[in-house]
């Protein structure tokens, strides 16, 4: 029996036992505390450069600068979380997060802050995220059969916490922004990102990446093991169709979330409050979404759901936005949120099922890297699209570019084994 398989059989018999679910709970209250930060800052950061500069184009040049290093480190982080383990990555990326979050508004309200000191910052920070967040994903399978947690249900509440996070955070960061200014909200997400790192520093157990017995002993390069994690997306074409969908998505995604969707609101409504609401309803919507799927998820035809839900939730969101009336723009925001609440626990369940779990670090932080690469462009772009085409042309284009990609789900032939499970080891 090999070491892989003989920490299975540990973990099956931990199963096996009443297991306490305190770290489960710790794991999924930290990454609430974190996620609550990022919608904080998914506001307060383009609101703050609409309100200094009063320029579309240079929010969409900060949110590039802030998404390019997430995708860089997504890639290139993956085989360093290999070395430190998921906990330790975890926490030391939220702590490195929360001081460059705060060293906005202390230069701000100090020295001052210059937009090229802005740009830094923000790189910085996209940079020490990816890891982070890579390291949270490879920790929830072990966590879910230490706590005799079936793997649907504990994606679902994973995705469901962030989802949760957004219906929070959102709402709250308008008000904020509304009384205090979006650069003292900064302050707020600074405090997150170190609770978050105390709570799962000191109540999740470390989980260390399962490495083979042969790996262990080479000690592969560094350039090396990153191949294996290109090499294993590129021989599995689920995945790699998966990967294009889904960064073209995260591309049109990030330009609306980062860059179209602040300008919209400060066009049509003047204020963050309405951007606050919608982000809020389609947060929370989404969490009721992934608690349909953890209840049902498990019975639903999954190339179906996928294709659907994507363009319930995607695109037809950007022909909505041309009705700019916000009891409208919300009930739609609830339905898609609705929608897209079974994409990510979807995803996560056919990637754990596909990869080995000595993998698993190497592959995630491919994937991630590949899916978010799209982001940085989308953002840019988007900006100097909006000067050029104005807010409604773009929403058009952006949403059937959208469609496109996502019907493609429905009749991709590399996705037809997406509804049998396939068995890591057998991968």
Known sequence: MNEIQEQNVELVQEAAAPQPRLPLYAFFAGSAISYIGDALTLLAVPWFVLQTTGSVTQTGITA???????????????????HLGYKRTSVIGDILSGITVALVPLLYHTV??????????????GLLKSPGVTARSSMVPELATRSAVRLELANSLSDGVNRVSGFIGAPLAGLLIAFIGASN???????????????????VPHIPP??????AKEKRGYVARLREGLSFIRHDALLASLVI???????????????????????????ALPLGLLVAAFGGAAFVGTLIFAAIGHRLPRRLTLGWTFTIGGALRFWVMLVPILPILIGWNIIAGLAVGSINPLLDTVLQERVAPEMRARVFGTLYAGVMIGIPLGTFVSGY??????????????????????LSLLINPALKGIDKPSSP???
Do not use: R
Request: charged share 5%; glycine share 8%; proline share 2%.
């Open 245 to 271: 969908t889904i960064m073209i998505t995260n591309l049109l995604d990030g330009a609306l979330g980062s860059v179209v969707m602040p300008a919209y609101v400060q066009s049509f409504f003047h204020s």
């Open 185 to 203: 909200l900064l302050w707020f997400d600074a405090i997150s990102f170190a609770c978050s790192a105390l709570l799962i520093g000191l109540a």
């Open 210 to 215: 399962v490495l083979q017995k042969e790996e």
């Open 64 to 82: 590039f600068f802030s998404t390019l290093p997430t995708a860089l480190s997504a890639l290139f982080g993956s085989v360093l979380i290999d």
């Open 112 to 125: 001052g802050l210059a937009f090229w000191q802005l740009l830094i910052l923000v790189f910085i920070g």
């Open 385 to 406: 699209l909006v000067q050029w085409l104005g807010l409604q042309m773009t929403l058009i284009v952006m949403g059937t570019i959208y469609l496109a990609s996502t």
């Open 425 to 427: 080891a057998a991968s």
